[in-house]
């Protein structure tokens, strides 16, 4: 019934078509952003993420279902760690590099991997595209091939086909209806309460003017400076800043209304800023810089900021980006993320499955010590109380 297709290019598929299967809550899946990433040097062989896009057709050719692809000769930009993995490899005499990685670039966000609609026929569509990735990694003698922060849904269908879940942690925050900030505030212990106020209240005492701004009217200077504060977190850091300042202006044209910058300014000058990707019902935390220190200003641009836009617009959700423990104590819990992992060589399969169960556990001892830091008299639904 179906035929799978790969592509080097996401512009050899419509846009249109693809954009069509994109959950309108995945901006960092949406064509115009994976197509920037390319167009830009943002991925390709330089960085270890080749493109091999997966396209699933019915009869007729009609696309049904597709999955951002990438063949990688690294494990760089993933955020879901298998570096040991790897040396295990190495240290056997085994090839690890290259593998297969369903992904969105550098994106460590939680969303479909497989691009479908839902419906009558969702699990066969889904079924076919799992099992001609798996066969694309057999006919390539690849490693591996791994789906990232894939869905419940999607993890309980990959499992099915026998790919191995990994557990991991992040800590989100979901709207409980709150009317504003203070709402927010009035569910939390009186210490933890106090502690995001004070925070707040030295930013503004430092003199810091914060603005807000959709993409849209991000102007060309301001998009200049944000890039220069972007590279200069890497630099700091050793990393590798990947995305390009032509990445950030074109994706600024195609989708700025799903874009939100925070500026901080201090005597008229932009010293920090935060960008995140904004969803139907979601806001994600994506990336950070500063010129100058500012006592907890990191916290009332990238988390204080992303929380009051979310109560004055609506969205439900809140990823402020990976890992964090900091992030508990101002409102985000801990929840479980997901991947699922083909590993080609039998007896690493066995290996790797043993290191899944035992990290499993203390991946659920890890959640629930997190949960119970929960700065909340009561859980944002409603539940029992908390120490």
Known sequence: MYALTTHGAIAEIPAADWNALCDPDTPFLRHEFLAAMERHGCVGEALGWIPIHLALRDASGRL????????????????????????????????????????????????????????????????????????????????????????????????????????????????????SFDDLLATFTAEKRKKVRRERRRVLEAGIRIERLPGTEVSEAQWQVFHQLYCDTFDRRGGIPTLSLPFFQEIAETMGDRLMLVFARHDGEIVASALSLVGEHSLFGRHWGCFRAFHSLHFEACYYQGLDHCIETGLSRFEPGAQGEHKVSRGFLPTATWSAHWIADPGFRVAISRFLDQETDSMADYLAEMTERSPYRRSPQGGAETA
């Open 64 to 179: 049904v279902a597709a999955a951002p692809c990438y063949l990688k000769h690294n494990s760089y930009g993933e955020l879901v760690f298998d570096w040991s993995w790897a040396d295990a490899y190495h240290r056997n005499g085994l090839r690890y590099y290259p593998k297969l990685v369903v992904a969105s670039p550098y994106t460590p966000a939680t969303g479909p991997r497989i691009l479908t609609t839902r419906g009558p026929g969702y699990d066969e569509r889904a079924d076919a595209l799992i099992e001609g990735a798996v066969a694309l990694a057999e006919r390539m003698g690849l490693s591996s091939l791994h789906w990232l922060f894939t869905t419940d849904q999607e993890t309980r269908l990959l499992e099915g086909r026998g790919l191995m879940r990994r557990t991991g942690c992040q800590f989100h925050w979901s709207n409980a209806g709150y009317g």
